[in-house]
């Protein structure tokens, strides 16, 4: 399969902080007309941890859009995933936001030829393996 890449619009490190500050304000709207124990239910059915919350949402939300953007260039369906290996999805979700490579991401992810994802990403593993198990399937 041909990797075909499309250069994502150039966001200013500005936008991506306000991008992230707005996302991270509306879940915490959200979370907050939800009760304690609320909260920790739909953590429990998610198999999330209030440290993995917490993580995400320090994370400005922000790695979220890079690994939508390096799922779609290996092939895979970022929806058919959250639909279909929604355990899978949010272990990947979790580990993306507790990795501290996001910047070189971006970067490797604005380039054609980002090979070099794989030495330091630590979802490199699941992804190549879901990469395969699509192409045998």
């Known amino acids: 399969m041909e990797n075909?890449?499309?250069a994502r619009p150039k966001r200013t490190a500005i936008q991506r902080l306000l991008d992230g500050w707005r996302a991270r304000r509306q879940f915490e709207k959200e979370m907050a007309g939800?009760?304690?124990?609320?909260?920790?239910r739909m953590l429990q059915?998610?198999?999330?941890?209030r440290e993995d919350m917490d993580a995400v949402m320090h994370a400005q939300l922000g790695p979220q859009h890079l690994l939508l953007s390096r799922?779609?260039?290996?092939?895979?369906d970022p929806e058919k995933l959250m639909r279909f290996e929604a355990?899978?999805?949010?272990?990947?979700?979790?580990?993306?936001?507790?990795?501290?490579s996001t910047g070189r991401c971006e970067r490797?992810?604005?380039?054609?030829?980002?090979?070099?994802?794989?030495?330091?990403?630590?979802n490199a593993d699941t992804i190549e393996a879901l990469t395969a198990s699509r192409k045998e399937g």
Do not use: I, M
């Open 4 to 6: 075909t890449h499309v």
């Open 34 to 40: 939800c009760d304690s124990s609320e909260v920790d």
């Open 87 to 100: 355990a899978v999805f949010r272990d990947l979700q979790r580990v993306c936001a507790h990795c501290g």
């Open 71 to 76: 799922l779609e260039r290996e092939g895979l």
């Open 108 to 122: 490797d992810l604005d380039h054609a030829d980002d090979r070099n994802w794989k030495h330091y990403c630590p």
């Open 45 to 49: 059915d998610l198999g999330l941890t």
